[in-house]
C-alpha cells in the first residue's frame, strides 16, 4: 500500500485524495462510497478534513477504521474520531474496527452516532455475526451460539458459493482461509483444517467436511 502511493498511504496527500474522489463519483453512475483509516499516524490524525473533502466530492458514505495507518492493527480501536467525522458530515458514517461481539456492535454504535457498522474480522468463519448483532440490537438478547448441524449448513453453503462465484479452482483455494476461520473457535478443529487443506477438489473439500460434521454429530450423540 505505502510503497505505491495508494490505499491509507494516500491520507498524507488530501489534494489528491479529493481528485481521486471527484474522478470516480464523475466517472460512474452508481453510488461511490469511501474507507479510510482515522490518520497516517497519531499526530497526523486529519479524518475529519478527509471526510469533508469526500462529502464535497460527492462520495456517497464513508467508512472508518478507527486506528491510523501507523498502528497496523495494534492497540485497539478508537471511536472518538469516528465520532466526531459523524458529527462533522452528512453522508452517512460507518463506525469500523474491532466489533466482534453484539455488546460491542451496541457499543460502538452508541459511541459514534454512526449510522452503521462494518465488520472484517470479527465476520471471518462466523457470518452469523450479523444475525447475532441484528437481534442483540432489536431485543437486547443474545442468541445462542449456532449448533455444529447449523455450522455445517451454512459453511457448505458458503463452500458452493465461493465455487460458484470464482470457480473451481480458485474456490477450493480460498475456501482453505475460510475452513481455517471457521475452525480458529475450536481447537479439535485443526486436525479437520489440516485435513480439508489438502484437499484439490471441490468435491473431495465438501465431502471432509460433511464428514467432519457428520462425525462431531455422532460424538455428540454418544456423548449425550
Ligand atoms: C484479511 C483482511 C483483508 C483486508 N483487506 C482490506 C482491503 O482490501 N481494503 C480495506 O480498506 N481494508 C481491508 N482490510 C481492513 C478491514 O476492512 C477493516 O478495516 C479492519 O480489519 C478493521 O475492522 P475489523 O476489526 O472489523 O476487522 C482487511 C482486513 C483483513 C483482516
Given amino acids: 500500500m505505502c510503497n505505491v502511493w495508494s490505499g491509507s498511504a494516500l491520507l498524507?496527500?488530501?489534494?489528491?485524495?479529493?481528485?481521486?474522489?471527484?474522478?470516480?463519483?464523475?466517472?460512474?453512475?452508481?453510488?461511490?462510497?469511501?474507507?479510510?483509516?482515522?490518520?497516517?499516524?497519531?499526530?497526523?490524525?486529519?479524518?475529519?478534513?478527509?471526510?469533508?473533502?469526500?462529502?464535497?466530492a460527492g462520495i456517497a458514505a464513508l467508512a472508518v477504521h478507527g486506528r491510523t495507518r501507523a498502528d497496523k492493527y495494534e492497540g485497539e480501536a478508537e471511536y472518538e474520531t469516528i465520532a466526531a467525522v459523524k458529527a462533522s458530515?452528512?453522508?452517512?458514517?460507518?463506525?469500523?474496527?474491532?466489533?466482534?461481539?453484539?455488546?460491542?456492535?451496541?457499543?460502538?454504535?452508541?459511541?459514534?452516532?454512526?449510522?452503521?457498522?462494518?465488520?472484517?474480522?470479527?465476520?471471518?468463519?462466523?457470518?452469523?455475526?450479523?444475525?447475532?448483532?441484528a437481534h442483540y440490537l432489536a431485543t437486547g438478547e443474545l442468541l445462542p451460539e449456532p449448533t455444529p448441524d447449523q455450522v455445517a449448513t451454512i459453511l457448505l453453503g458458503h463452500l458452493e458459493q465461493l465455487y460458484a462465484f470464482?470457480?473451481?479452482?480458485?474456490?477450493?483455494?480460498?475456501?482453505?482461509?475460510?475452513?481455517?476461520?471457521?475452525?480458529?473457535?475450536?481447537?479439535?478443529?485443526?486436525?479437520?483444517?489440516?485435513?480439508?487443506?489438502?484437499?484439490?477438489?471441490?468435491?473431495e473439500q465438501l465431502r471432509l467436511v460433511r464428514d467432519y460434521f457428520e462425525a462431531l454429530a455422532a460424538g455428540e450423540r454418544m456423548a449425550a
Fill in 89 to 133: 458530515v452528512h453522508i452517512p458514517v460507518f463506525a469500523n474496527g474491532d466489533v466482534a461481539t453484539p455488546q460491542q456492535a451496541s457499543h460502538v454504535l452508541a459511541a459514534t452516532g454512526a449510522d452503521a457498522l462494518m465488520i472484517g474480522r470479527g465476520a471471518q468463519g462466523r457470518p452469523w455475526i450479523f444475525r447475532e448483532i
Fill in 166 to 203: 470464482y470457480g473451481e479452482q480458485a474456490g477450493v483455494r480460498i475456501a482453505r482461509k475460510h475452513l481455517g476461520w471457521y475452525a480458529k473457535d475450536r481447537p479439535e478443529n485443526t486436525v479437520f483444517q489440516q485435513v480439508a487443506n489438502r484437499a484439490e477438489s471441490a468435491q
Fill in 12 to 56: 498524507q496527500d488530501e489534494p489528491l485524495v479529493a481528485r481521486i474522489c471527484q474522478a470516480v463519483v464523475d466517472a460512474v453512475e452508481v453510488p461511490v462510497t469511501l474507507k479510510i483509516r482515522t490518520g497516517w499516524d497519531r499526530q497526523n490524525r486529519n479524518a475529519l478534513t478527509i471526510a469533508r473533502i469526500a462529502e464535497d
